[in-house]
């Protein structure tokens, strides 16, 4: 049977040893099991065998954040929040295990007019300038690195795949972008133009 506790004993559970701990350990486990698995349940690339791996990094996680916990809320509601947020760092990182930077930018479509017929007029133009400016202003790192955050992946799996630290590939990606927004401000884009393109 699956015991829930007050916030304070919660806290002092998980840091006492011996069986207090582990019966603490186990029944945060259980609920977070239910919690996660309803969290999860529409994700297409969610499958049940996964929950082991996350639940063994979110509970590590949950021990190493204990600390930090406020107060605010109920404790189990704070600690199923962060394993939401390992598991989707999980899913995200498991998305783009077997995907090459190389194949991703070839998969792009670099001819943005084939992809924006449905697209309003003044986004089209937009979402064309940006590809006219990313295929021939930036860097190739730069050009592969924007391409990446576009296409959705994760910054460690750049990093990776580039060999480089987080710290560098921030700089080409910031770099990237500050040279994407220049070039369209010099063609007549200006930042109202590229929210309401974006937005409306």
């Known amino acids: 049977m699956v015991r829930d506790r007050d916030n304070d004993e919660w806290i002092k559970s998980l840091q006492a040893e011996g069986p207090i701990r582990e019966s603490a350990l186990s029944d945060l486990r259980e609920l977070l099991f239910v919690g996660l698995k309803s969290a999860l349940k529409s994700r297409s690339d969610f499958i049940d065998p996964m929950l082991d791996d996350f639940l063994q990094d979110s509970l590590i996680r949950i021990l190493e954040a204990l600390d930090q916990f406020q107060n605010r809320s109920r404790f189990v509601t704070w600690a199923t929040a962060i394993a939401i947020r390992v598991a ?113």
């Open 88 to 200: 989707l760092t999980q899913l995200r990182k498991r998305q783009w295990r077997d995907v090459s930077l190389e194949t991703l930018v070839a998969d792009t479509n670099f001819e943005p007019e084939a992809a924006s017929d449905e697209l309003a007029p003044d986004r089209r133009e937009l979402v064309e300038a940006m590809y006219h400016v990313i295929n021939t202003q930036l860097t190739e790192k730069q050009r592969i690195v924007l391409l990446a955050e576009i296409k959705g992946m994760a910054q460690e799996e750049i990093a990776a795949q580039l060999g480089c630290s987080r710290n560098a590939l921030y700089k080409l990606s910031h770099d990237a972008r500050f040279r994407l927004k220049q070039e369209l401000v010099l063609v007549g884009f200006d930042s109202k133009s590229f929210a309401a393109a974006f937005n409306g």
